[in-house]
């Protein structure tokens, strides 16, 4: 049996630990490898789009991930329950015009007793911004450790 740890019930440490692999997972953009840390009959809404399970919940990311051009996030605990967590989050990107947009969302998420997240509920709204009001400069890929989060940044 596929687990992923931190496995449920959450404590503060393991609920900041999940947030934060989660965010690790989603800044690598690989939607095969993000899907992983769902479970196969995953019940998501993105938005107004809903996936029903694994593989369409991956090829949601696909088609983010095309549109979503130099995607970089940056997920935080907001509470946490026994089997439950809830984030905030902004992440930045342009589309294929260059137009910059940072997408501001919070995310309610439940997992089975695996670790596996078993739905996920987004609600996302877009701020267009210019490039150099960007605050999110670090390399692609996993956001430095020592690289502010979203309260130090005033987000």
Not at 3 to 30: H, M, S, Y
Request: proline letters at 5%; hydrophobic letters at 35%; charged letters at 30%.
């Amino acid at each position: 049996m596929e687990t992923r740890p931190p496995l449920p019930p959450f404590t503060v440490e393991t609920a900041i630990q999940k947030v934060r692999l989660a965010e690790d997972g989603w800044n690598t953009r690989d939607a095969a490898k993000v899907a992983l840390a769902y479970t196969l009959d995953t019940q998501w809404r993105n938005r107004a789009e809903f996936a029903n399970n694994r593989a369409e919940a991956q090829a949601l990311l696909e088609r983010k991930w095309k549109k979503e051009l130099d995607y970089r996030l940056i997920k935080e605990l907001w509470l946490h329950g026994e089997n439950r967590i809830a984030v905030r989050y902004a992440y930045e990107w342009h589309d294929d015009a260059g137009n910059w947009s940072r997408s501001y969302g919070n995310e309610n998420w439940e997992f089975a007793a695996d670790g596996l997240m078993c739905r996920r509920y987004a609600c996302i709204n877009d701020l267009p911004i210019l490039e150099s009001e960007r605050k999110f400069h670090w390399p692609l890929g996993r956001r430095p450790d020592d690289h502010p989060g979203l309260s130090a940044l005033g987000l």
